[in-house]
Nanobody
Framework: QVQLVESGGGLVQAGDSLRLSCAAS????????MGWFRQAPGKEREFLAT????????NYADSVKGRFLISRDNAENTVFLGMNELKTEDTAVYYC???????????????WGQGTQVTVSS
C-alpha cells in the first residue's frame, strides 16, 4: 500500500505562484513514478506532469510546459508541483498519484491522494 497526502493548496490571485507538496508513505520503494493531475468543476481529470523516482526524468502536458515544474525530494518521499503565473482557469482540485509499473511514461497510476484545492481569483 502507498498513501499519498497533498498539501499546499489555497486561495491565490492571478499571476501568483504556488507550490504543492505530496508526501508518500508505505511501500515507497515500489514506486516508479509520481504524477500530478487536476480536475475542475464540470471537466474530466487532466494530466499535468509525471516524474520518475530514481532518475528524475519528467514529462509534462503541453498546456503547462514552461509554467509548471514537477520535482521530488527522495529523502523526504515527497513530490512537488511548482506553479507559476497562475490563471483563473487553473482553479481545480489537484491530485498526486503513484505508478508502480516500470513503463515510461506510466501507463497506469495505482494510488491517489485525496486532493488539495487551488483557487485562483482575478
Amino acid at each position: 500500500q502507498v498513501q499519498l497526502v497533498e498539501s499546499g493548496g489555497g486561495l491565490v490571485q492571478a499571476g501568483d505562484s504556488l507550490r504543492l507538496s505530496c508526501a508518500a508513505s508505505g511501500r515507497t520503494f515500489n514506486v516508479y513514478a509520481m504524477g500530478w493531475f487536476r480536475q475542475a468543476p464540470g471537466k474530466e481529470r487532466e494530466f499535468l506532469a509525471t516524474i520518475t523516482r530514481k532518475t528524475g526524468f519528467a514529462n509534462y502536458a503541453d498546456s503547462v510546459k514552461g509554467r509548471f515544474l514537477i520535482s521530488r525530494d527522495n529523502a523526504e518521499n515527497t513530490v512537488f508541483l511548482g506553479m507559476n503565473e497562475l490563471k483563473t482557469e487553473d482553479t481545480a482540485v489537484y491530485y498526486c498519484a503513484a505508478s508502480l509499473g516500470g513503463a515510461w511514461p506510466p501507463l497506469e497510476y495505482e494510488y491517489w491522494g485525496q486532493g488539495t484545492q487551488v483557487t485562483v481569483s482575478s
